[in-house]
């Protein structure tokens, strides 16, 4: 388990069927994939999906938008997907227009709980179940949350910090955090993992406890002006716990400034080209791969099924820690990758050889033995 905040045109145009995950022209900032026809749909509904933004985590267009689009094609029911670019203005008015033009189910990945329980709410005044798809709408009340456990995300980059840390030697090392967004429910429970793992180390003196900061907004740039005043605070820092493959980025590139990149462990999260790259250079320690097939075709599963007004079951339940409620749920499980399992993300097809060994890194995924 990154953003600089986009304006947004007026309203995307649906878009044809046969058209690439990216969806959108290449001016618009709110992009949007649609089937052609209802026809294609039979009797299902319409289902609409609501992604956050393209800059916090390439996942949300390389990967979600591509198999939630080949999972409903391959239901044969018609669906809209468009992402809000970070713009909780632009979030609701496209849920509006979704539930407007028709959408009988609405997934979405919310801003902020307060923008996501504003746009449920309004679905379930309209008949419209939801679908928390990655992050709870914390006091939303969505028929169904699909997602990774990601306390245990947390615990596997906690642990991954340990032994990286152990594998330099480090002696008291001073560690610094940067937590994810702190409207985040997902960075809550990022952090609760990994806190389990190394709070025994600070409180036993294992470990020093250094600056710890959440970035707002998963913002990548301002995580690295962040970074640069903790280590401007505290030049000895000696690990760095990133929430995700972004924040970790920004983190080395300030550790690059200051000739301190693979000298200091730094975690990420999303196996992102850019993240497996930085652990094939031993500038990133690890990251945490989520199979997000996985959890898009669970979460189109629920969505065809309620589409075609069925009310399936989910394999779990979370408790919402805002109303008590247990939200009927499906958790897919995350794993740790480090140098010597990176050729794990490209053999599962998350990435391509080809676009993770350019240049440089052709030699480096062949010794890491990616075929």
Known sequence: MRKGILSLTAAAAALALGLTACGGDSGQTTTSTSSATASAAGKAGKIGVILPDSKSSARWETADRKY?????????????????????????????????????????????????????????????????????????????YVSFDNTKVGTLQGEGLSKCLT?????????????????????????????????????????????????????????????????????????????????????????????????????????????LQNILAGDQCMTVYKAVKKEADAAAKLAVALAKGEKPTASASVKDPESGADVPAELMEPQAIYLENVKDVVADGYVTKEELCTGDFAEKCTEAGIQ
Do not use: C, H
């Open 68 to 144: 939630l689009q080949e999972a409903f094609q391959a239901a044969g029911v018609e669906y809209d997907i468009q992402n809000a670019q970070n713009d909780k203005t632009a979030f609701q008015t496209i849920a509006d227009q979704m539930i407007t033009n028709g959408a009988t189910v609405l997934m979405i990945v919310n801003l902020d709980s307060g923008t996501g329980k504003t746009v449920i709410d309004k679905a379930k005044a309209q008949g419209v179940p939801t679908i928390d798809y990655d992050r709870l709408t914390l006091g939303g009340g969505a028929a169904y």
């Open 167 to 275: 594998d330099k030697k480090a002696d008291k090392p001073i560690v610094a955090y940067l937590n994810g967004s702190p409207t985040d429910n997902n960075a809550t429970l990022f952090k609760n993992g990994y806190d389990g793992v190394l709070k025994p180390k600070f409180d036993g003196g294992e470990y020093v406890k250094g600056p710890d900061q959440a970035v707002p907004d998963w913002d990548n740039t301002q995580a690295g002006t962040i970074f640069e005043q903790m280590l401007t605070q505290e030049p000895k820092i000696a690990g760095v716990l990133a929430a995700n493959d972004g924040l970790g980025n920004a983190a080395i590139t300030v550790l690059k400034k200051n000739n301190l990149n693979g000298k200091v462990p730094v975690t990420g999260q999303d196996a992102t080209v850019q993240g």
